[in-house]
T-cell receptor
């Protein structure tokens, strides 16, 4: 049971480059989420998806793009990376109904933008 | 909008001490409440949850009770261990808000032998 995986686990890039972070889950969960974790802010929601081809903005979506062509994948793209996007990124997934709304988190991707 | 406030850390305790981490929330309706734990270098794991008022979530000796009257969900453990050292996040989600998790800022717990 692979669960939810993220790749790469660590990434160093330069300002202005495009970066894509991958997220894959094997449970066929309807919902998927992207968060960023920064010291003093806890986790903040970037984008989420309720199903394939349905995505919506979270609290901090600027500078990010998502897509969800398949239920199991939810890639996050930084179109032109900035230093302020240096962070730890977590992907999560959950089932649809109340009572089963627990989110399961991936191991995270540590991104450094130079 | 919905929000979660939890006590500032770090919290430093000796092994076998009693732990309380305070968490209060602001939300309309009846959200579900969660405690997640993050061990060093890892992702978040669900520790416990409660989905309605007066429910008590419990796991691994940790407990928290959903108090609607005080809008609180304080985390407690009677006797902490060194292995409990981690960052603890209180969070809420609501069906009317697509189950998005709203997190507190996290509380770092350090347990000394």
């Amino acid at each position: 049971d692979a669960g939810i995986t993220q790749s790469p686990r660590y990434k160093i890039t330069e300002t202005g480059r495009q970066v894509t972070l991958m997220c894959h889950q094997t449970w066929s969960h309807s919902y998927m989420f992207w968060y960023r974790q920064d010291l003093g802010h806890g986790l903040r929601l970037i984008y989420y998806s309720a199903a394939a081809d349905i995505t919506d903005k979270g609290e901090v979506p600027d500078g990010y793009v998502v897509s969800r062509s398949k239920t199991e994948n939810f890639p996050l793209t930084l179109e032109s990376a900035t230093r302020s996007q240096t962070s730890v990124y977590f992907c999560a997934s959950s089932e649809l109904d109340r009572g089963r709304e627990t989110q399961y988190f991936g191991p995270g991707t540590r991104l450094l933008v130079l | 909008g919905n929000s979660v406030t939890q006590m500032e850390g770090p919290v430093t305790l000796s092994e076998e001490a009693f732990l309380t981490i305070n968490c209060t929330y602001t939300a309309t309706g009846y959200p579900s409440l969660f405690w997640y734990v993050q061990y060093p270098g890892e992702g978040l794991q669900l520790l416990l949850k409660a989905t309605k008022a007066d429910d008590k979530g419990s796991n691994k000796g940790f407990e928290a009770t959903y108090r609607k009257e005080t809008t609180s969900f304080h985390l407690e453990k009677g006797s902490v261990q060194v292995s409990d050292s981690a960052v603890y996040f209180c969070a809420l989600s609501a069906r009317y808000d697509s189950y998005k998790l709203i997190f507190g800022s996290g509380t770092r717990l350090l347990v000394r032998p």
